[in-house]
């Protein structure tokens, strides 16, 4: 709350208690700086998908909202978002847009990269762009950054980066977008 200087005692933003064995975890942030809300995506079991939001810098968070219907094939039985945090884009068509990068498994063993986003302040989510795998190249865990010139057309322009994890060792996948993900 004062810049850095100091830092107030850790928090758990979410946590289901008991003893069950369960995972919540890979948290996305993202900030809206039109409204200075931070979202925050994650998963319950790599299986279903949550959004939470701060409206005072992370000193509280909103009761979790399901969005797995909105964001995940019926395909898919396994699902990260992130890692790491998404971006809101600043130039093009789809300036505004929140963008997590996120990245599946599919019931036949493919793993695969794909957009979650929200063109309504975090509202709503929904599924944007999927890559799956090709050329040897099976993506993971993906990254994405909005690149300075706008598309052909007027599109914002993302470049999505992810691991490697298939027969291709030691590289990494690219992909681009020219239509906000």
Same mark, same amino acid.
């Given at each position: 709350t004062n810049n850095g200087a100091t830092w107030l005692p850790m928090a758990v933003v979410q946590e289901e208690g008991g003893s069950a064995s369960i995972t919540v975890g890979n948290p996305a942030p993202v900030v809206d700086e039109t409204t200075g809300s931070i979202h925050l995506l994650f998963c319950r079991n790599n299986d279903r998908v949550f959004h939470t939001v701060s409206t005072n810098d992370g000193i509280t968070w909103s009761a979790r909202t399901e969005i797995t219907a909105n964001v995940k094939l019926s395909s898919w039985v396994w699902y990260a978002t992130g890692p790491g945090h998404g971006v809101q884009l600043k130039r093009g068509a789809q300036a505004g847009r929140l963008v997590v990068s996120s990245d599946h498994n599919t019931t036949?063993? *493919?793993?695969?990269?794909? *957009? *979650?986003? %929200?063109? @309504?302040?975090? +509202?709503?989510?929904?599924?944007?762009?999927?890559?799956?795998?090709?050329?040897?190249?099976?993506? @993971?865990?993906?990254?994405? *950054?909005?690149?300075?010139?706008? +598309?052909?057309?007027?599109?914002?322009?993302?470049?999505?980066?992810?691991?490697? %994890?298939?027969? +291709?060792?030691?590289?990494?996948?690219?992909?681009? %977008?020219?239509?906000?993900?």
């Open positions: 036949n063993g *493919v793993n695969g990269a794909h *957009v *979650v986003y %929200s063109d @309504n302040h975090g +509202a709503t989510w929904q599924l944007g762009a999927i890559n799956g795998s090709s050329g040897g190249v099976n993506p @993971n865990e993906t990254l994405c *950054v909005e690149l300075v010139t706008t +598309a052909p057309g007027g599109g914002s322009r993302i470049y999505f980066n992810s691991r490697e %994890s298939g027969s +291709a060792s030691g590289t990494r996948g690219e992909a681009w %977008s020219t239509n906000g993900g």
